[in-house]
Structures are given as structure tokens and as C-alpha cells.
């Protein structure tokens, strides 16, 4: 099949399309062409697999900054020869895409640097892949028979401390296994996928309608991030185009939720280290937040919003709300930073290198904090957001850096915020009723409050869900946490974990 790119196409009024028409390619042909895409300055947003009448189908998604590195790489297995080229020695977030593929649906990584897996649980059947059209129905789990494979660290003075998966609280489960020596942590290993709902699985057949309600679910306090990414994802495929007011709106409504959970953020970040009068004022603020919220749009966590074709919500934010919100938090974070102590702890440590995160191929306030000018608003924007955004960005890629840099978005997201709240001139969105959607294919990419959330969607011919692929930034920031924590004290592990503060929902789907 010839090979056919349709590049973005980002109008007048600054909405965006990032589609491809897939390069077909053999197996063999594969890891050549995803090399050529990295090395360009693509990188790897999904791969997504697909159960197809007589063959798996695997589509990568490559996207980047310039509308050229956009390029979608599919490839056809036979079912009985189910295996594909792995490309986790050019691109670790491959890597870990290719060992959920085998675990979910049986098609083989080839050559895989680390062939354990990753999804699946040790009490779960063999050969019983869940994503499978003829695997509808979970059969009994055995004992837990396979140990998880935890690499072994030894030496003088070496011992483990294993936390978890278990916590305090209503923390979701994952398992850290800790090698110390003292108080220093010499390695760590993180063990998750605990929880595995088969929330793909659930898209499946569902109408777009119904799939929004099951998006804002992906990680409830993701609501907005998910359920734009997926509408967009489905307006794209059915080629719905969105009224540039309603689009406005949903910029509120992701400034809105990257402010309650910046703010709620901050505050138990101060907590950590014993500044516990700064978390009781923060959290105070989340509550204004979510009071806000449950005028706009009815739900706390701001739910009920969105549809394919547009938005509505009850009513706007006050900006003078808004606004003296911004005042006291950005006052709550010049005492926390002028503390010396708060400072101390929070300096030098868990430190992320540019080069490191990077590689590991990070996104959102993580990355940023590492001196990566990444923001899908900015890369890829669904509206003209003005002069009002800006990325903000360190260079420690501590606590510090990442703490910094969620406190200064706290005041771009506010300043965004008010200004789309002129530019909406009492705009509270437009009835929208979706007319019969037919199959396609579509991509979109959003800026959720943790980073970059991808939703890849498939329609069948009539309408239905086909296919739902979704990566949270959790799923591709991760990897980055024991990496952060080498040379870290077992102490400030919990400061650690919370300046990441990463989803175990939207990780494990």
C-alpha cells in the first residue's frame, strides 16, 4: 500500500488535527522506520494493538512538536505466528508498551531486553489473554505460583525494606522494594498493575456517549483530561469540528483542574517535611477549588461537562475567586520555600538529569522540572490559548525544581483562566447533538494536569467504540521514580513519591 501522510492542520482559530494515514509496513521494515522517527524528534505517544479477523494489527503513534514528526507505523501479525520486532533498545516507553501487548493479547516482543512481565499477575491462567474477542469471560485465577522477579542487590552492609503494595490511607496498591545500605537507597523496584480494571476492554462496543462517562473515570482526578482526550480522539475520527467558544471552554475546564490538584499538591508536599499549618491552609483552598467546580459544571471533580461535538457547563468561574485563590497559594509557597529547613529537605533531593528523563521519556511537570520544554497546549493546541501561557520550566530536577514549577503554573494556570474567561464574554457552551457517526480512526493529545494524556480511538462502521487506547502520563513517568530515589535516604521517600505524585489508576488500566 503507498505509503500517504496528511499533516496537522492547525486554522485561523488555532484548533488542531494531528492525524496520519498509516504506513503500512512489515515486520522487518519496522524497527528502520521507527528509528528514522525518533531520530527526527518524534516520540513514541502509544502503540496501540488490535484483534482483527485473521491477524493482530499494531499501530504505533509517533507525534512531536512540528506537525512532519507526526507519523502512525502499522504492522500485521498472523495470528499463528504472533510475534513483532521488539523496540525497546531505541525507546524504553516501547519497551514497556510491548510487554502490556503480550500480557493482554499474546503477541509476542521479540528479542525483548527484559522479557518478565509487566501487566499480568502471577495467578492469572496461562495463555489466557484478556483483550482477546474470545476471552469475554475470566475464568478461575490460580495460586499465585510466579514470583514477581525482583533483581537482587548484594553486599556489605546491604539489606531490603519492602513497602506496600498495601498503604495507609485510600492510596491505590503498588509494591516498592527498597536496597539500603544505612539510610541510602542503593535501588529501587516498583511493582504495580495490582489493580487491572480492563478499562479498554470496557470501551468496546459502547456508543461515544457512553464512552465519555467511562473516561472521566480513567483516574478520577484526571476527569477533564481524559474524557477532552477521548472526545477529540472521536471527533477527529468522525470528522466533528468544534465552535471555537466551546473549545475555549474546555481550556477552562483543564486550567481548573490542573489548579485544585497544583494546589492540593503543594500543600502536602510542605506536609511532608513537618510544615503542616501550610497543608491546612492549601487544603482549605482545594475545598474554595471544588466548591467552584461544583457550580461550573455540577461535579467537584468537575464531571459532566463535555460531549463529542461540545461543551456546557452551568455556569463561569468568578475571576475575582480565582484570582485572590492565586494570591494566597502563591503566599503559602514564598513561606514554604523561605523556610530553611523546608528548602533543605527539598533541595538536591530525588533528582532526575535532563538526560534521564529524557531517555525515559517523560512528560508534564516532571519532565518540565528536568529543563524539558514539553506542553501539549503548546505542541499540540485544540484552541489559540494567547499570550497569556507560557511553559514554565526548571533546571534541578529535585523536589525543589518540581515543586517550583507547579507553584509557578498555579499562576499561569490563573492568569490563563481569567483570560479565557474574557474571551468566553458569558459563554456557558452550545447544545450539541451528534449526528449518526460512522468508522474512522483518531488521535488526540491533551495536556492533563500530570502531563500529556493520548487517547487513540478506532469506530466501527456503525459508530460503536472499536478500539480505545489510552496512556496516562503515569504510565510514561514511572520509570522515572526509582530512577529519582538512587542516592535518596529511605526518609524522603514519601516526599519523593509526592513530588511525582503519579496515578496507580491511570497507570494500571
Same mark, same amino acid.
Given at each position: #500500500?503507498?505509503?500517504?501522510?496528511?499533516?496537522?492542520?492547525?486554522?485561523?482559530?488555532?484548533?488542531?488535527?494531528?492525524?496520519?494515514?498509516?504506513?503500512?509496513?512489515?515486520?522487518?521494515?519496522?524497527?528502520?522506520?521507527?528509528?528514522?522517527?525518533?531520530?527526527?524528534?518524534?516520540?513514541?505517544?502509544?502503540?496501540?494493538?488490535?484483534?482483527?479477523?485473521?491477524?493482530?494489527?499494531?499501530?504505533?503513534?509517533?507525534?512531536? &512538536?512540528?506537525?512532519?514528526?507526526?507519523?502512525?507505523?502499522?504492522?500485521?501479525?498472523?495470528?499463528?505466528?504472533?510475534?513483532?520486532?521488539?523496540?525497546?533498545?531505541?525507546?524504553?516507553?516501547?519497551?514497556?508498551?510491548?510487554?502490556?501487548?503480550?500480557?493482554?493479547?499474546?503477541?509476542?516482543?521479540?528479542?525483548?531486553?527484559?522479557?518478565?512481565?509487566?501487566?499480568?499477575? /502471577?495467578?492469572?491462567?496461562?495463555?489466557?489473554?484478556?483483550?482477546?474477542?474470545?476471552?469475554?469471560?475470566?475464568? *478461575?485465577?490460580?495460586?499465585?505460583?510466579?514470583?514477581?522477579?525482583?533483581?537482587?542487590?548484594? /553486599?556489605?552492609?546491604?539489606?531490603?525494606?519492602?513497602?506496600?503494595?498495601?498503604?495507609?490511607?485510600?492510596?491505590?496498591?503498588?509494591?516498592?522494594?527498597?536496597?539500603?545500605?544505612? *539510610?541510602?537507597?542503593?535501588? #529501587?523496584?516498583?511493582?504495580?498493575?495490582?489493580?487491572?480494571?480492563?478499562?479498554?476492554?470496557?470501551?468496546?462496543?459502547?456508543?461515544?456517549?457512553?464512552?465519555?462517562?467511562?473516561?472521566?473515570?480513567?483516574?478520577?482526578?484526571?476527569?477533564?483530561?481524559?474524557?477532552?482526550?477521548?472526545? #477529540?480522539?472521536? *471527533?477527529?475520527?468522525?470528522?466533528?469540528? $468544534?465552535?471555537?467558544?466551546?473549545?475555549?471552554?474546555?481550556?477552562?475546564?483543564?486550567?481548573?483542574?490542573?489548579?485544585?490538584?497544583?494546589?492540593?499538591?503543594?500543600?502536602?508536599?510542605?506536609?511532608?517535611?513537618?510544615?503542616?499549618?501550610?497543608?491546612?491552609?492549601?487544603?482549605?483552598?482545594?475545598?474554595?477549588?471544588?466548591?467552584?467546580?461544583?457550580?461550573?459544571?455540577?461535579?467537584?471533580?468537575?464531571?459532566?461537562?463535555?460531549? $463529542?461535538?461540545?461543551?456546557?457547563?452551568?455556569?463561569?468561574?468568578?475571576?475575582?475567586?480565582?484570582?485572590?485563590?492565586?494570591?494566597? #497559594?502563591?503566599?503559602?509557597?514564598?513561606?514554604?520555600? /523561605?523556610?530553611?529547613?523546608?528548602?533543605?529537605?527539598?533541595?538536591?533531593?530525588?533528582?532526575?538529569?535532563?538526560?534521564?528523563?529524557?531517555?525515559?521519556?517523560?512528560?508534564?511537570?516532571?519532565?518540565?522540572?528536568?529543563?524539558?520544554?514539553?506542553? &501539549?497546549?503548546?505542541?499540540?493546541?485544540? $484552541?489559540?490559548?494567547?499570550?497569556?501561557?507560557?511553559?514554565?520550566?526548571?533546571?534541578?530536577?529535585?523536589?525543589?525544581?518540581?515543586?517550583?514549577?507547579?507553584?509557578?503554573? =498555579?499562576? =499561569?494556570?490563573?492568569?490563563?483562566?481569567?483570560?479565557?474567561?474574557?474571551?468566553?464574554?458569558?459563554?456557558?457552551?452550545?447544545?450539541?447533538? $451528534?449526528?449518526?457517526?460512522?468508522?474512522?480512526?483518531?488521535?488526540?493529545?491533551?495536556?492533563?494536569?500530570?502531563?500529556?494524556?493520548?487517547?487513540?480511538?478506532?469506530?466501527?462502521?456503525?459508530?460503536?467504540?472499536?478500539?480505545?487506547?489510552? =496512556?496516562?502520563?503515569?504510565?510514561?513517568?514511572?520509570?522515572?521514580?526509582?530512577?529519582?530515589?538512587?542516592?535518596?535516604?529511605?526518609?524522603?521517600?514519601?516526599?519523593?513519591?509526592?513530588?511525582?505524585?503519579?496515578?496507580?489508576?491511570?497507570?494500571?488500566?
Amino acid at each position: #500500500m503507498r505509503d500517504e501522510q496528511i499533516p496537522d492542520d492547525l486554522g485561523p482559530d488555532g484548533q488542531t488535527a494531528s492525524r496520519a494515514r498509516p504506513r503500512y509496513l512489515d515486520r522487518a521494515q519496522l524497527p528502520a522506520a521507527a528509528a528514522a522517527l525518533l531520530d527526527a524528534g518524534s516520540r513514541l505517544a502509544l502503540v496501540a494493538c488490535h484483534e482483527d479477523d485473521d491477524d493482530f494489527r499494531i499501530v504505533y503513534s509517533f507525534v512531536g &512538536a512540528a506537525p512532519a514528526l507526526r507519523a502512525d507505523l502499522s504492522v500485521s501479525v498472523p495470528r499463528g505466528d504472533a510475534w513483532i520486532p521488539s523496540l525497546a533498545e531505541i525507546s524504553l516507553p516501547a519497551g514497556n508498551f510491548e510487554r502490556g501487548i503480550r500480557d493482554l493479547y499474546g503477541v509476542v516482543p521479540r528479542n525483548h531486553p527484559q522479557p518478565h512481565r509487566l501487566v499480568r499477575h /502471577g495467578h492469572w491462567p496461562r495463555g489466557w489473554y484478556p483483550m482477546l474477542r474470545a476471552n469475554t469471560v475470566v475464568p *478461575e485465577f490460580e495460586p499465585d505460583v510466579e514470583s514477581f522477579p525482583f533483581v537482587p542487590v548484594e /553486599g556489605p552492609g546491604v539489606y531490603e525494606i519492602a513497602v506496600g503494595p498495601i498503604h495507609a490511607g485510600i492510596i491505590e496498591p503498588g509494591h516498592f522494594r527498597f536496597s539500603v545500605v544505612g *539510610e541510602t537507597i542503593v535501588r #529501587m523496584e516498583a511493582r504495580q498493575w495490582y489493580l487491572h480494571r480492563g478499562v479498554e476492554k470496557v470501551f468496546e462496543g459502547k456508543t461515544a456517549a457512553q464512552g465519555v462517562a467511562l473516561a472521566e473515570q480513567i483516574s478520577g482526578d484526571t476527569a477533564v483530561g481524559h474524557s477532552l482526550a477521548f472526545v #477529540m480522539a472521536v *471527533e477527529q475520527a468522525a470528522g466533528i469540528e $468544534v465552535s471555537e467558544p466551546d473549545r475555549l471552554l474546555r481550556a477552562l475546564l483543564l486550567e481548573l483542574e490542573r489548579l485544585y490538584n497544583h494546589v492540593t499538591d503543594l500543600g502536602s508536599l510542605a506536609n511532608d517535611v513537618g510544615f503542616g499549618i501550610i497543608d491546612a491552609h492549601a487544603q482549605g483552598l482545594r475545598e474554595q477549588l471544588l466548591r467552584i467546580n461544583k457550580t461550573v459544571t455540577g461535579h467537584r471533580l468537575l464531571r459532566g461537562a463535555l460531549s $463529542v461535538g461540545g461543551t456546557r457547563v452551568n455556569a463561569l468561574p468568578e475571576a475575582a475567586d480565582l484570582a485572590r485563590i492565586a494570591a494566597v #497559594m502563591a503566599e503559602l509557597a514564598g513561606i514554604t520555600l /523561605g523556610h530553611a529547613i523546608v528548602r533543605g529537605r527539598f533541595t538536591g533531593t530525588a533528582r532526575l538529569s535532563t538526560a534521564r528523563a529524557s531517555t525515559i521519556g517523560t512528560l508534564g511537570y516532571v519532565a518540565r522540572a528536568s529543563g524539558i520544554h514539553t506542553d &501539549a497546549r503548546s505542541e499540540h493546541p485544540f $484552541v489559540n490559548l494567547g499570550e497569556a501561557f507560557h511553559i514554565v520550566t526548571e533546571d534541578g530536577g529535585d523536589v525543589l525544581a518540581r515543586y517550583t514549577v507547579r507553584a509557578r503554573e =498555579v499562576e =499561569v494556570s490563573t492568569a490563563l483562566a481569567l483570560d479565557l474567561l474574557r474571551r468566553l464574554h458569558g459563554h456557558t457552551g452550545s447544545a450539541f447533538t $451528534v449526528n449518526p457517526i460512522t468508522g474512522g480512526a483518531g488521535l488526540a493529545l491533551v495536556e492533563a494536569w500530570r502531563g500529556t494524556a493520548a487517547h487513540r480511538v478506532e469506530l466501527a462502521a456503525d459508530g460503536t467504540l472499536a478500539r480505545v487506547k489510552v =496512556v496516562d502520563p503515569s504510565f510514561l513517568n514511572w520509570p522515572a521514580v526509582p530512577d529519582a530515589l538512587s542516592e535518596t535516604i529511605v526518609p524522603d521517600f514519601p516526599l519523593a513519591n509526592k513530588s511525582f505524585n503519579l496515578s496507580y489508576a491511570g497507570n494500571d488500566l
